[in-house]
């Protein structure tokens, strides 16, 4: 079992940043790939951007994030973060951390993700 808490969320106004932190627990974190999700009212939930387990390094980004927000983990903290930069009303959401025991790359679909944080809410103002 994994245990995953973010924190880090909150309202800030369009142009601004945030730093997400999820925090995980239990079994061996450096095995598994960490992504962020995010899932906005009326729409599905989305993949946000990844990177792998260990320190491969090896990271992923939905095209709508690229270039503004950034993944990375401390594997000596069992932590994984998200720098999210230029922040626009369209980031609004409620955004998840998960874990993917999956021994090869990246997977930015739901399904395969074993273990979810319960959430933490991200407002961007106009």
């Known amino acids: 079992q994994v245990q995953l808490v973010e924190s880090g969320g909150g309202l800030v106004q369009a142009g601004g940043s945030l730093r997400l932190s999820c925090a995980a627990s239990?079994?061996?974190?450096?095995?598994?790939?960490m992504a962020w999700f995010r899932q906005a009212p009326g729409k599905e939930r989305e993949f946000v951007a990844g990177i792998m387990r260990r320190n491969f390094g090896s990271t992923y980004y939905a095209d709508s994030v690229k270039g503004r927000f950034t993944i990375s983990r401390d594997n000596a903290k069992n932590t994984v973060y998200l720098q999210m930069n230029s922040l626009n009303p369209e980031d609004t959401a409620v955004y998840y951390c998960?874990?993917?025991?999956?021994?090869?790359?990246?997977?930015?679909?739901?399904?395969?993700?074993?273990?979810w944080g319960q959430g933490t809410q991200v407002t961007v103002s106009s």
């Open positions: 239990g079994r061996t974190f450096n095995d598994y790939n």
């Open positions: 998960a874990a993917d025991g999956y021994s090869g790359g990246v997977r930015t679909g739901i399904v395969p993700y074993n273990y």
